[in-house]
């Protein structure tokens, strides 16, 4: 048997040249099968010609969503190089790590973010994003590239999750990884060529990439690429394109319903939405379902190809809070702390393995090996399985909390709270928050001559992490609680937390 094709635009363009493969939203500008082939392998020797890159080089972008993205995504695809899509939101300290840890050749920069570029030390070559139309050389068919064909083994992409430690991983991203999510997520959507759906998710996460969007170029469907999530405008253009799927964390759909457009709009094409992140609230199922579109939950991670359990949109009821089963070539055992099976029906820590799980992180065969035991992902998460089968999330093991879709680690916020002046200790913890899910309280004990306020606290976080990370409430003690061995206890903190996030005015 010869190797599985990693170029799947090749192929499309042979089959269906004329069908809408990318809408850019802002523009309305439309591109086809044929033309992201042509785009796409041009820049691939654009890129070869100019950089003198080889397979196997990495190449970076910072920018918001932007079409190009996907081209230089399509010509990694073609040329065995490694794109790394860089976090916008991140501050200056964070994206040197990054930048450092992944050690690219080329960086491409929207106008944006030309100072953040000038203030970084890298070896790479900075290119503004508008040099990606310039590789685009001349018309008619695509050159042919001189590179041997990458395998499914060979990464494609490298997504950065923040760490435990407090230093981002970087996850390596293979061709087979995104097949088998492909796959995975047609077999278990039911998707077809005739789909249309969109992504407004940034494309330094996961789920910009693989909930819809590589799914979609496997098949042959349409995506709109938005350059930010707009309520309304999304609203309005589920109509008007009209789009079959619907896809995002609670707080999108939350706020897509609470927006004047969800009156105004009659969302008739939309087959159902796939909502992932974190569980759904029943009233907000309610509302959508009330609308007439289904929802299916789903979870996933970026390690693990992004599409792992579905919840079929008929059980979204009377499964509230379940995640439903594993997708299709995706196996998973529960166990407790002795890598034990667990009953059915009692918690432990998920196990996944098969072919979408990643190889490991970049250069990082600590982190690889902490994780991945006989090919099997410890995910972190705790679950316990009903006696239908189904699947539900009831912990997390590694103390990550998400705020609006985004993973926070509270060791990478404690770690950044003990450079400031003055603090003693330091523990954070998730809390429930109305808008976004889940937020942050930040835990302190000062120094004795020591005058912080909560006002300092932030300011200090805001300059060096992500305003998603950023604590909303800090609360100031004499000492933090700790047990026989002098550790921070969690726990107790975890149990004082709501009654004094209802106390906080921060």
Known sequence: MGPIRTDWLERHALYHP????????????????????????????????????????????????????VLLFIAAQKAGLILVPLNFRLAVPELQYIVGDSDPAVLF????????????????????????DDLIDGEGAAPILDVDPPGLDDPLMLLYTSGTTGRPKGALITHGMLFWNAVNT?????????????NAAPFYHTGGWNVLLTPFLLHGATTYLLDRFDP????RLCDAAPMTILWG?????????????????????????????????????????QKGVPIRQGFGMTEVGVNCFSLPERDAMRKIGSIGFPNFYIDT??????????????????????????????????????AIDNG??????LVR?????????????????????????????????????????AAVVGVPDPQWGETGLAYLACAPDASLTADDVQAHCRAHLAAFKVPRHVRFLDELPKGHSGKILKKALAERAEEDTARSTN
């Open 232 to 235: 309304a405008r999304l609203l």
């Open 333 to 370: 055992r529960v166990v407790d702390d002795d890598g034990q099976d667990v009953p059915q029906g009692e918690t432990g820590e998920l196990l996944m393995c098969g072919p979408v799980v990643t190889p490991g992180y970049w250069r990082d065969p600590e982190a690889t090996a902490a």
């Open 376 to 381: 099997w992902f410890h995910t972190g998460d």
């Open 186 to 198: 047609e077999m278990r959507l039911d998707l077809t060529s005739a789909d249309v759906s969109f």
């Open 109 to 132: 920069y929207s106008d944006d973010y030309a100072e953040t570029v000038d203030a970084l030390t890298t070896d790479a070559r900075r290119a503004p994003l508008a040099t990606v």
């Open 18 to 69: 004329d069908r809408v493969a990318l809408v850019w939203e802002p523009t309305g500008d439309e591109y086809t099968y044929g033309a992201c082939h042509r785009i796409g392998t041009r820049l691939a020797h654009g890129l070869l010609d100019r950089y003198d890159l080889a397979p196997g080089d990495r190449v970076a972008i910072l920018a918001e969503n932007t079409l190009e993205h």
């Open 385 to 425: 399985v009903d006696d239908e089968g189904y699947f539900y999330v009831v912990g997390r093991k590694k103390e990550m909390y998400i705020s609006g879709g985004e993973n926070v680690y509270p060791a990478e916020v404690e770690a950044i709270l003990y450079t400031l002046d003055g603090v003693a200790e």
């Open 249 to 289: 964390v609670p707080t999108m759909l939350k706020m897509m319903s609470d927006d004047p457009a969800f009156d105004e709009v009659s969302l008739e094409t939309v087959r159902y939405a796939i909502v992932g992140g974190e569980a759904m609230p029943e009233p907000l199922i309610r509302t959508w379902q």
